[in-house]
């Protein structure tokens, strides 16, 4: 995968507020300041979560382009063109669509896809959450440019409502809770995740840990199952995508590895955007 980024960091976001005020500045993951629309948009959306994000914002009749994967919430996306995937679009589909604004994560789409389709699209955001609560300033920025500010502050007071009711990390003392786990994402060849991705911030939120490789400086490093790693762990999550893991994986692997695995939401764990605040419950459901 070509970074989309190359370097990027995570000051490079814009920080997630402890208020739901307006921002000041309308500022994406790159620094790229925006204004609100004076006229109606034309919206492609090449991230799935934020597709979701924008329906529930009330945005759905601007959304002009969406991904294959942008399956949620399915009664709404079913009548909005669809472009390709999110790193192999159809650059001349999106074309006759005329957008005027194209949104982009870091993680899910291709930097020279976005800079092909930044030739013709006017007004490129970039997002890019690393922890949940930068869902806040998500909200906010993507509310402000779309006017659609007053549906934003809702999602927020959920957010924050959801957040809030998470248990507390210092009553998380038994040591079953606080576990080490292998978050598994794909197989042929086995991939996770590592510390610094959304995922990772999410789990950490009921205390627990995500193991990665510790000579791996890649945010979905591959790996292999070995010795030395099984006596770091205490047990294994499989996600339900990008890779599409079953309980038939589960039993394969519990009986290969002798250690406990749980099939895991991906939805749930890895979205941003207002599938958020179904993630923080969803949390507590594991805890």
């Known amino acids: 995968m070509t970074p989309f980024l190359p370097g990027h960091a995570a000051s490079r976001v814009q920080p997630a507020t402890d208020s739901v005020q307006q921002p000041a500045l309308l500022v994406d993951a790159v620094g ?41 919430p399915k009664e709404v996306v079913a009548s909005i063109p669809k472009i390709g995937g999110t790193k192999d679009v159809n650059i001349d589909k999106i074309r006759k669509l005329a957008p005027t604004h194209l949104i982009v994560n870091i993680d899910e789409n291709e930097k020279p896809v976005v800079d092909a389709l930044a030739d013709f699209i006017p007004h490129i955001v970039v997002t890019h959450p690393l922890v949940p609560r930068d869902n806040l300033a998500l909200y906010q920025l993507l509310g402000n440019i779309f006017g659609a500010q007053a549906k934003a502050l809702q999602l927020c007071q959920r957010f924050e409502e959801a957040y809030a ?11 079953t809770v606080r576990r080490k786990l292998v978050y598994c994402i794909w197989q042929d060849p086995w991939m996770t995740v590592s510390s610094a991705t959304y995922i990772s911030a999410m789990l950490a939120l009921i205390g627990w ?68 605040i179904a993630g923080l419950h969803y949390l507590k459901q594991l805890a």
Not at 165 to 175: G, I, K, N, R, V
């Open 209 to 276: 840990q995500t193991w990665s490789p510790p000579d791996s400086t890649a945010r979905y490093p591959a790996f292999r199952w070995n010795d030395e790693m099984l006596r770091e762990i205490d047990g294994v999550l499989l996600s339900s995508e990008p890779y599409r893991f079953t309980e038939t994986h589960v039993d394969a692997l519990e009986k290969q590895l002798g250690l406990p695995v749980q099939l895991v939401d991906g939805e749930m764990l890895s979205w941003y955007g207002s599938r958020a």
């Open 165 to 175: 009711s998470l248990p507390a990390l210092p009553e998380l003392s038994d040591q």
């Open 32 to 72: 790229a300041i925006h204004t609100p629309c004076t006229t109606p948009p034309r919206i492609v959306s090449l991230v799935p979560s934020i597709t979701e994000l924008l329906c529930d914002l009330g945005l759905s009749s601007s959304l002009v382009g969406r991904t294959g994967f942008c399956i949620h």
